[in-house]
């Protein structure tokens, strides 16, 4: 297999032998110093980084030098790009948004959705059978760039968001109840990566532990009240609250009004209410 020649041999322990003083750099055995402002790398080690680049492919392996953990895809909601400190949702990751029944977080999540249609190509994975996907118009998205998946079972669902991801899909909402949620995500966060994908996760009720470990950002909402006009409710108002940030400041909180469809004025979207900043 290709790569393999170039791990044989990389466990031998006399590879290796320590600089003086104790806990200094460590260097091949009979390997010359190099200037200590640009330490060398082991050949033991750039044998095996080599291999594994060859094996798995060049982005198998990186140094944390350069990287970039602030790429985002943007929500639609400059508000809520704001609060989450870091301009949107982290590519390549997995995002998070929990609330009980009535917190908004499913039209919140079409809202992200919409926006990012009139860009990439987008899926809805919908376990729960019960999203409108004509919703994504109203909230000026764009229904030719949109996948729609109802899956029989929740392994056929994360199965399809992969095989969509790898296509080119570039952002995923994902509604899904405790159910849906039982398997690993461990694949799912493997093709984010390599991809640089986005995936948002609309978790109604307890969230499994695998999903909050996995989440790179993890938006809580909290229930305000409906927002009634002419006698009938055309909207959610709803507190979002950084929960879980791995690319920036967790703890800032967001008063959101998500306007539902309705044939009559202002129509459908979200606006800001109020907002707090982020613990940092």
Excluded at 133 to 140: F, Q, R
Excluded at 192 to 206: F, K, R, Y
């Amino acid at each position: 297999m290709a790569g393999t020649a170039a791990f044989e041999g990389l466990d031998r322990p006399e590879a290796f032998e320590p600089l003086d003083p104790p806990g200094g750099r460590w260097r091949p055995a009979g390997g010359p110093l190099a200037a200590a402002a640009s330490p060398p790398r082991p050949e033991r080690l750039r044998r095996a980084v080599d291999a594994c680049r060859i094996r798995y492919g060049p982005d198998a392996l990186r140094t944390g030098v350069g990287s970039d953990p602030a790429a985002t895809l943007s929500t639609g909601i400059p508000a809520l790009d704001r609060l989450t400190g870091v301009g949107g949702l982290p590519l390549g990751r997995v995002s998070l948004l929990e609330g009980p029944a009535g917190a908004g977080t499913v039209a919140l999540g079409l809202v992200t959705l919409a926006a990012a249609s009139r860009d990439v190509p987008v899926a809805l994975v919908d376990f729960t059978h019960a999203v409108d996907p004509a919703d994504l118009v109203a909230y000026a998205g764009t229904l030719e760039r949109l996948w729609v998946v109802r899956p029989r079972q929740s392994m056929e669902g994360w199965a399809a968001v992969r095989a969509l991801v790898r296509a080119g899909v570039r952002a995923c909402l994902a509604v899904a109840g405790p159910l849906a949620l039982a398997p690993a995500p461990a694949a799912l966060l493997a093709t984010l990566a390599e991809t640089l994908a986005v995936c948002t996760v609309v978790g109604a009720g307890p969230v499994p532990a695998p999903w909050r470990v996995a989440s790179s950002l993890t938006l809580a909402c909290a229930p305000r009240g409906w927002w009634w006009v002419h006698g009938d409710i055309a909207g959610s108002d709803l507190v979002c609250t950084v929960a879980k940030h791995r690319c920036g400041p967790a703890g800032g909180r967001l008063g959101l009004r998500v306007r539902f469809p309705r044939p009559y004025p202002p129509g459908a979207g979200v606006e800001a209410l109020d907002a707090e900043p982020g613990a940092g």
